[in-house]
């Protein structure tokens, strides 16, 4: 074994041997997946990255924890099949693709048409699109790499075609023109779900694309419209001052006596002149601005609902691109924003304005495009959602659906139970084109027909198809009709929603099918709750009559150490290969500058880089990095990671490494061990001790899995390989193997096989990486049929290791604990590379007993010179210090002739003189004639217990210089 552990060493060359052995594939070891396994089955499936998509630490905590409970189940014996895949990420892959094509030609989908746009996707998918696979391999993600599905795939794409089929002719998907959220900057509907809520506490600039300068959010403006045929007015107040120009209402409160005068009467638009109608309806808020509210039916969903009511005109001022239309001069042709000053302006100029004052506000931005959302009129396709949100919500309620942590309940029934139908059309031309198909009948007994018609649609697997289907419809032969497919494709998450039974061939019936639908468990981050895991649970119940999952779990949110959101601007996102490999800091501001940010945020970000990584960020390797994103996952919290802590994960990884190579060494050249872990009976009280520690870390980890406790586990894991494999039983072994008892040794050796052979085992989930180069260099109990990788052997079970023995464990607790206390005096006196002689005082006979039959392990443990135990009433010598080691134990360690007791005396004594000062300032305080009066009860209590903590090391103090001016 080389000298010290290297991760670049250790995880070089065993991912290519698990996959090329088919170790991760849920075939391994029997006929086929069909075979019966009476320990069960485990099935859980990626949540698919994108195409795009480069890992994050986000990635690496979800890969850290499914590829842990994956290999975890494996471990178990269980048919185990983590299944990967990829998302064709609509939007994000179309922008990536264009910019490519701007860059490289000046050249825009347009110019190209959209079959050669579609090849260009292809073709940088087939150049780029693995990299993310690649990726989670270096993570050691242990994934069924044969079963990978991109979601564009024909066998997903003919699911994708079906779904959608079905569920039209049921009429669960239906085409509708109403108001959707629109993304100016990416031409395209989004779903309300791919909207942030920017809050803002009052006038705000912020920037929006294609607009040099930020824009003015956050204020309310007042203006006046004039009551026709009279001299009075009326006041409005709006956020969005440019949208007055498609205003064709103006609504008050029915019961709002400042305007019952005005009920049937009219205003006048001053700069279009239309006649506006002053209506009355419950959704004013008598409270808000002046209790009169413009109307705008085709800008805002509010309003939109009041057009319905009262049958308004519903006018588009807005464009797909952002600019005015159906206006008059001088806006037409404006931008939204730039309109909104020119209005503002005017209104001054013809002395409608009245004021503008702050206003909190929510600000809809596209979570994609970081444009400001444009509520627009659209035809577009919807899926009614009501049903199927119902049988979702139940499905939870009835328990036959589990999610955890539990506190997300609240919120999925709040989703579902208020839900609303979901817009999956989106205009973007990669993607999975809509199957359905807008007719047009060559007959003149049926007259044309609208586009939110849903009577003139059809869909169809194949244009012959949909043909058939209008012919019957309309009642005409197939040759008379024709058919325009529709442009649009499919919300990237209508495909994603399907994904559970999509990858098995979905609707054909395939083995795969059968088995692994429905899965087992859905983990992945709480953010895409709805995003994903509700359209996966609602379109399961639908289409397949199952549920994809019977669990989900849902991890936090990992942040900085500081607690601050990941951002490229703060330079706080790191790439998880950068924490594997390392990196300078130079390094980290060089991926800076190929990034989108701008000069400033670029500065700023390196400053932020400079702050936390001022040696950039050293080699941790994967092992440690996995092992610290699933210590610090507790449920309920987001993750604060300080990647700097990584590095101490790493170096366990070297204890791991040199604690084995010591017991190599320790085993001996030819060791075979005995066939089972169960004691012998010729263990010493060290060894069965080391063996009760050994089956209380099994039964932690056995019940962390099952409870998806994961800081539980590798707490457990962590604490039994550093404080008491290492720290206590090796240094135990050391006299062991050094002296002559051959019966001993040999005893000794099994017992620290079996350590060693359970502990990689416990630890392999988090660590696939050292653990198998570990496990590789141990011997095997059956080396003739034992499994040939640790990923492949089994998971230690409570069962086979019930050693527990509370009495003893209590009995070397206790034995420790007079250790520490050993060591604690030998740091206080610097005595790190001397030995003295210790003197253990004990209250009573029996603890006497207990200690003697110890000493010797208490003297290799705590490196004294000798442990002597005193008979009681038996003092010890003079020039010793002292310590408690517990209430039935006294510590006392020689020291005479060992350090300048004069020096010590001289320290001792400063230190008292300021705790005399310290006692003194705060008796004062305390003694002052309204301090109970005025000091807050909290500040007394901590004022007394600090009195009280001095009291008691100024006593231990001057106990101490007595006894080192006996030494004198």
């Not at 699911?159 to 959608?164: N, S």
């Not at 509010?302 to 005015?324: A, C, K, P, Q, S």
């Not at 539980?712 to 604490?719: D, K, P, S, V, W």
Request: hydrophobic fraction near 40%; glycine fraction near 6%.
């Amino acid at each position: 074994m080389p000298d010290s552990y290297s991760p670049q060493y250790v995880e070089a060359a065993w991912y290519p041997w698990w996959e090329s052995q088919g170790f991760f594939k849920p075939e391994y070891g029997r006929r086929s997946v069909a075979e019966p396994n009476p320990k069960g089955l485990f099935m859980m499936c990626i949540p698919p990255p994108n195409v795009t998509g480069s890992l994050h630490l986000g990635h690496a905590l979800t890969n850290a924890i499914q590829d842990s409970l994956t290999r975890w189940h494996r471990m178990r014996g269980e048919i185990t099949l983590w299944n990967p895949g990829c998302d064709h990420a609509g939007i994000a892959t179309q922008v990536v693709v264009e910019k490519k094509l701007w860059k490289e030609g000046g050249k825009t989908r347009h110019d190209l048409g959209r079959e050669a746009f579609i090849e260009a996707v292809w073709k940088w998918k087939s150049e780029k699109g693995d990299r993310i696979y690649h990726q989670l391999k270096k993570l050691g993600a242990s994934m069924d790499w044969d079963r990978a599905c991109f979601t564009m795939d024909p066998k997903l794409s003919y699911a994708v075609q079906e779904a959608f089929v079905r569920l039209h002719e049921e009429g669960v998907i239906y085409r509708s023109k109403r108001l959707v959220n629109w993304s100016c900057t990416l031409n395209s509907a989004i779903s309300d779900i791919e909207v942030d809520k920017k809050e803002l506490a009052g006038r705000t600039l912020l920037p929006v694309p294609g607009y040099k300068e930020k824009v003015e959010f956050g204020v309310l403006v007042s203006f006046a419209y004039k009551i026709e045929g009279s001299d009075d007015e009326v006041v409005v107040a709006t956020t969005r001052i440019e949208t007055m120009l498609g205003d064709t209402a103006v609504a008050v409160h029915p019961e709002d006596p400042r305007y019952r005068h005005l009920r049937g009467r009219s205003v006048r638009h001053p700069f279009t002149g239309r006649l506006l109608p002053i209506v009355c309806d419950d959704f004013v808020d008598m409270e808000f601005g002046t209790g009169a509210v413009k109307i705008t039916p085709a800008h805002d969903p509010n309003d939109y609902e009041v057009g319905l009511r009262h049958g308004l005109e519903f006018i588009t001022i807005i464009d797909e691109n952002g600019y005015l239309v159906n206006v008059p001069p001088p806006f037409l042709g404006m931008k939204r924003f730039d309109a909104r000053r020119a209005v503002l302006e005017a209104l001054k100029e013809k002395r409608h304005f009245r004021e503008v004052k702050d206003n909190p506000m929510v600000v809809p931005v596209c979570s994609r495009s970081k444009d400001v959302v444009e509520p627009l009129l659209k035809p577009q396709w919807y899926v009614r959602c009501d049903t199927m949100a119902r049988g979702a919500a139940e499905a939870v309620r009835r328990g036959d659906l589990r999610i955890v942590p539990d506190f997300h309940l609240k919120t999925w029934f709040n989703w579902m139970d208020n839900i609303r139908d979901w817009c999956i059309s989106r205009q973007l031309w990669w993607g999975h084109r809509i199957p359905a198909y807008f007719v047009t009948v060559d007959d003149p007994s049926v007259p044309p027909g609208e586009d939110t018609d849903g009577k003139y649609w059809v869909s169809g697997r194949s244009e012959r198809e949909a043909k058939e289907k209008a012919a019957k419809v309309f009642k005409v032969t197939p040759d008379k009709i024709s058919l325009r497919q529709d442009e649009d494709v499919l919300d990237t998450w209508f495909s994603s929603g399907l994904f559970p039974f999509s990858i098995f061939g979905w609707p054909n019936p395939s083995e795969d099918l059968q088995v692994f639908y429905p899965g087992t468990l859905l983990e992945t981050g709480h953010d895409i709750l709805f995003f994903w895991v509700a359209r996966m649970v609602m379109l399961g119940l639908k289409l397949t009559g199952k549920l994809p999952f019977r669990e989900v779990y849902l991890h936090a949110v990992v942040r900085d150490a500081h607690g601050r959101k990941m951002s490229k601007s703060l330079g706080n996102v790191i790439d998880p290969l950068d924490v594997i490999t390392g990196i300078t800091l130079e390094g980290l501001h060089a991926q800076l500058l190929d990034s989108n940010l701008d000069a400033a945020e670029i500065e700023r970000a390196k400053q932020g880089q400079k702050s936390d990584y001022p040696s950039g960020i050293p080699e941790c390797g994967t092992d440690a990095l996995r092992f610290a994103l699933c210590a610090y996952t507790s449920q309920g919290r987001d993750i604060n990671l300080d990647v700097n802590r990584i590095l101490g994960y790493r170096h366990f990884c070297n204890k791991l490494w040199n604690a084995t190579k010591f017991a190599i060494r320790g085993l001996g050249e030819g060791f075979q061990p005995r066939p089972s872990p169960e004691p012998s009976g010729a263990e010493s009280l060290v060894d069965l001790w080391i063996l009760s520690r050994l089956s209380h870390a099994v039964e932690l980890c056995g019940t962390g899995f099952q409870a998806y406790d994961f800081p539980g586990i590798t707490t457990a894991i962590y604490n039994f390989w550093l404080y008491e494999l290492c720290d206590v039983y090796l240094e135990c072994l050391k006299p062991v193997f050094a002296g002559p008892d051959e019966a001993a040794i040999k005893t000794a050796r099994n017992v620290l096989y079996t350590c060693l052979d359970a502990g990689l085992r416990l630890l392999s989930p988090f660590m696939p990486f050292v653990t198998e180069e570990l496990f590789q260099r141990l011997p095997r109990r059956s080396p003739a049929s034992d499994p040939p990788s640790i990923c492949v052997t089994s998971y230690p079970a409570t069962n086979q290791y019930r050693w527990r023995n509370e009495g003893l464990d209590c009995n070397v607790d206790f034995m420790l604990s007079i250790v520490r206390a050993v060591r604690s005096l030998r740091a206080d006196y610097n005595l790190t590379k001397t030995k003295a002689d210790c003197y253990l005082q004990c209250l009573d006979s029996e603890t006497t007993e207990a200690v003697t039959c110890c000493s010797d392990y208490i003297c290799t443990l705590s490196s004294s010179k000798q442990v002597l135990v005193l008979e009681p009433g038996q003092a010890p010598p003079p020039g010793c210090a002292v310590a408690i080691a517990s209430d039935r134990c006294t510590v006392h360690l020689l020291l005479k002739g060992l350090i300048d007791a004069e020096k010590e005396v001289s320290k001792l004594a400063g230190k008292k003189a300021e705790l005399q000062k310290q006692i003194l300032r705060l008796r004062e305080r305390m003694d002052s004639p309204d301090y109970s009066a005025k000091v807050p009860p909290k500040v007394q209590e901590a004022d007394a217990a600090k009195l009280k903590q001095s009291e008691t090391e100024l006593q231990k103090a001057e106990e101490a210089i007595e006894n080192f001016k006996k030494m004198m």
